[in-house]
């Protein structure tokens, strides 16, 4: 489809190209030009009734001073694929309408009515004539920060020139904003017209959210100048922007009630250091000074020593729900359960890392992710990179197919022995919580940590919520831990979980 | 076709001519009658091939609207238009009146089992036969026996809805109150 | 509380406005004006040859304002058609060839630019920079139009005072046999 020696243009994301494109701006095409241009066209049909014969061609150049850009842009055009032409039948019926003119001005016997009819045939003419170009343009793109924090406005600017021998009278540029992202100021699109040598430039402003996200290409509809036939082309210039969330500091998410005290299916009974009581025993030489029994030496005279309950660094696994079926939220608008469980689990993952436990990430998706449990600040890096760009936890869902079996069977060659799951997930479908007791079957701790996406406005959507409500339950009684949070956050609905689950 | 083409080349070319050389012009000289005629057809022909707009189908490209963030979908939303399926009075959708009332019926199951605190057999027994709820409608939606009051039949016949649709309605209805009772 | 109004109270939901940037299908204002202006022109050259013609050209341009504020390319072409009739009403009555030329091109121009802001609203929305296509595309309309008339104007000249009806005649049913042949 793409026609040869067509080489690919990279996206050129530094500093100095944009600060480039945006000093160029005025000269290409902007602001007081269209004025001109309206003046230049009335002229040009001025000319025209008085029989200048290549007018058309003066319409399709208008702009002046476009030259400039040509000298700089580089001349090789984008990869394209042309999709299809149409026809618009924009100008359906005008040769109807111009015969039945003409027709009336003979059967009235007046020339002024046939000579008006003759105007249509040449509109008639004029819509036959075209063919709608196929654009051979140069396009860039550039952002203003490759790398953004989450909520950052980030500026897009794209330039395309034509590095094609035809002029383009009638283009329409939309550019392909990655699914994941929303434009919060201007639309991505620009209509113009651009003659060989002379190019576009237009800006518009995404708000960054968590992930990699990259652009789709750039979409191109082009008209012959009646607009009679209508093309559409993709033209492909790679851009990509990577948001990765800061790990939040998780001292105050009181995970450890998740956790350590409750670690493994039986609690150890290996006496040692710790905080919960577990047995005295003997004094034996050595023995901390403040483990000794100071109340019993008072009462009996004799040394003896309190152990206490042995702690042991608990190894977690944070399961991120990420099907397709987990992009929900209340509001198509809103932010989806994937994005609100990715955020909690970075929360827990530093809560934990920080309380000393081994953490690990692995998601529920049709595409392969995980990370084995670890600890130290380099193991944080790796999982705050994992959650942020790993493309099984991508903002907008892959499309690929989930096999629960198969990922059950890899998830479970994979996990620790003593490992406890912490599971993140909507909890909108049975798949999800039938995997849950089947993880906790198997001899793994798990807890279900849900954000709710469910609303009560219709029928469906209640129904949703009871469906869900009731899951939550069966999971409950069947001795797995399950919490959610909806509209208050993360951390507080942990608290007064651990509130509940220690009394 | 093709004759037709060759007719109206040489139509133009000659008329062409006539219109530059009067001896030409004088020398075809049609009728008055012949004229008009020629000028109704034109009228009526050129109506007829200006009606054609009316077919028009336009087939714009469209380009979507890349600037929105793909849209999340909400959840039951599925269920919805499969409420919206069974919603008109016509027979058919069969299947999906099946699947929405075994669905429903569930979940009605589950919420009478733990309002009354009951096993799900004697739940799923209250349920069907219709003393789960004091709701008529509700109750009439799982209870094949109990025909759906006369009410309820009545304005789904002047809305243009189907008895089902009210009857699922009330069954959700009623299952909210047990579940706003209950938890 | 039913199903209906609840779906739409979702889709206008508070997060929809902070964060979502709608894009306008409203046509550009620049193709809106540019449309009117050359109906007026077209209804004012009209006006002076016939009030009646002028009159309906003007409904025209009403008809050309009401389908571009409503995005409507069918009112757009009901418009065109009535102004056409009134181009036809004010030859009837035997306007001269000038003011009728002028209003003929008027009347395309404005159609063609105000369908040409339809689509441009669809695909590219009010907000992005449209005005320079516009202007091309005004221009070449125009135009195209101005050599049509100058062409036939010229020619009609050329030909002199008299009345070449047989030309005309055969020109009009070339015309018609090579459009029947063509389609």
């Known amino acids: 489809m793409s026609d040869p020696g067509n080489a690919a243009v990279a996206s050129e994301s530094d500093a100095s190209t944009l600060d480039e494109a945006e000093a160029g701006e005025p000269e290409q095409d902007d602001g007081a030009e269209p004025n001109a241009d309206d003046a230049d066209a009335a002229e040009g049909a001025g000319d025209a009734v008085e029989g200048t014969s290549d007018a058309t061609e003066g319409a399709g150049e208008a702009d002046e001073g476009a030259g400039e850009a040509a000298e700089r842009a580089s001349e090789t055009p984008t990869d394209r694929e042309r999709r299809r032409e149409v026809a618009t039948d924009r100008w359906l019926g005008i040769a109807g309408a111009a015969l039945a003119l003409v027709g009336l001005g003979v059967l009235v016997r007046q020339p002024s009515l046939v000579l008006s009819g003759a105007v249509g045939v040449g509109y008639a003419v004029y819509a036959r004539a075209g063919d709608a170009p196929t654009p051979t343009l140069s396009v860039t793109r550039s952002v203003s920060d490759e790398a953004p924090a989450p909520g950052d406005e980030v500026r897009v600017t794209v330039r395309a020139e034509n590095v094609g021998e035809t002029a383009l009278p009638d283009l329409r540029l939309v550019d392909g904003v990655p699914p994941g992202l929303a434009v919060v100021d201007g639309p991505a699109r620009v209509a113009t017209a651009l003659r060989p040598g002379t190019a576009v430039t237009f800006e518009y402003t995404v708000r960054a959210a968590r992930g990699d996200h990259e652009w789709e290409p750039l979409t191109a509809i082009t008209r012959d100048a009646a607009g009679a036939r209508e093309r559409e082309t993709t033209l492909d210039a790679p851009t990509a922007i990577a948001c990765t969330p800061e790990l939040s500091a998780g001292g105050d998410l009181p995970l450890r009630g998740l956790t350590t005290v409750h670690h493994g299916r039986v609690p150890t009974d290996v006496g040692g250091s710790g905080v919960e009581f577990h047995a005295t025993r003997e004094y034996r030489r050595g023995d901390p000074l403040k483990r000794i029994d100071w109340n019993r030496r008072a009462r009996t005279g004799e040394l003896s020593t309190v152990e206490l309950r042995e702690e042991r660094a608990a190894t977690v696994v944070l399961l991120v729900d990420a099907r397709e079926s987990a992009y929900v939220a209340a509001d198509p608008d809103a932010e989806t359960a994937v994005e609100a469980s990715v955020a909690a689990a970075g929360q827990a993952f530093s809560a934990l890392l920080d309380g000393g436990d081994r953490v690990g990430v692995a998601a529920l998706s049709p595409l392969d992710c995980w990370l084995p449990p670890g600890s130290g600040t380099v193991h944080a890096a790796r999982g705050r990179e994992t959650l942020a760009t790993d493309p099984a936890l991508a903002p907008t869902p892959s499309g690929e197919r989930f096999y629960r079996s198969l990922w059950l069977r890899r998830f479970r060659r994979r996990l620790p022995a003593d490992a406890q799951v912490l599971f993140f997930t909507p909890l909108v479908d049975d798949t999800a919580a039938t995997l849950a007791r089947r993880i906790d079957a198997h001899g793994h701790l798990v807890t279900v940590l849900s954000p709710d996406p469910t609303t009560t406005e219709t029928a469906g959507r209640r129904l949703t919520t009871f469906e869900r409500r009731q899951r939550l339950r069966t999971l409950r009684s069947a001795g797995i831990r399950a919490l959610e949070w909806g509209d208050d956050s993360f951390p507080v609905a942990v608290a007064a979980a651990t509130r509940r689950w220690s009394r | ?183 | 509380m039913s199903g209906e109004d609840a779906e739409s109270r979702a889709s206008d939901g508070d997060d929809a406005f902070v964060d979502f940037h709608e894009t306008d299908a409203r046509p550009p204002t620049v193709a809106i004006v540019a449309s009117l202006a050359a109906a007026g022109v077209a209804a004012t050259a009209a006006l002076v040859a016939s009030p009646t013609g002028g009159a309906l050209l003007g409904v025209a341009a009403l008809g050309f304002l009401a389908g571009s504020l409503r995005s409507s390319t069918r009112v757009l072409t009901w418009g065109a058609a009535v102004g056409v009739v009134g181009l036809a009403l004010a030859g009837y009555r035997g306007a001269p060839a000038e003011p009728l030329l002028v209003a003929a091109i008027g009347l395309a121009v404005a159609w063609d630019v105000a369908d040409h802001g339809v689509g441009l609203g669809e695909q590219v929305g009010r907000g992005a920079r449209v005005r320079r296509n516009v202007a091309v595309h005004a221009g070449a309309s125009l135009l195209v139009g101005a050599l049509a008339a100058g062409l036939v104007y010229g020619v009609s000249l050329a030909v002199g005072g008299g009345q070449p009806v047989a030309a005309l005649a055969l020109l009009l049913a070339g015309g018609i046999a090579l459009i029947s042949a063509l389609r």
Request: net charge positive; glycine share 8%; aromatic share 4%.
């Open chain 2, 1 to 183: 076709m093709r004759p037709l083409a060759v007719v109206g080349v040489l139509a133009v070319a000659v008329g062409l001519l006539a219109a530059l050389d009067r001896g030409i012009a004088a020398a075809i000289s049609p009728t008055s009658a012949v004229v008009t005629l020629i000028g109704v057809l034109g009228v009526v022909q050129g109506v007829r091939y200006a009606n054609a707009r009316r077919d028009r189908r336009r087939l714009l490209t469209d380009p979507g609207e890349p600037e929105r963030r793909a849209p999340a979908a909400v959840p039951g939303s599925d269920l919805d238009e499969q409420i919206a399926r069974v919603a008109s009075p016509s027979p058919g959708g069969y299947r999906d009146r099946r699947d929405l009332r075994d669905r429903v019926r569930e979940v009605a199951v589950d919420a009478v089992a733990r309002d009354r605190n009951c096993s799900r057999e004697a739940a799923a027994a209250a349920v069907d036969d219709g003393t789960w709820t004091e709701a008529p409608a509700a109750a009439a939606f799982f209870d094949t026996q109990s025909a759906y009051p006369l009410r309820l039949r009545l304005s789904a016949g002047i809305r243009g809805r189907s008895n089902y649709w009210y009857g699922l309605r009330a069954a959700i209805d009623a299952i909210e109150r047990i579940e706003g009772g209950s938890s």
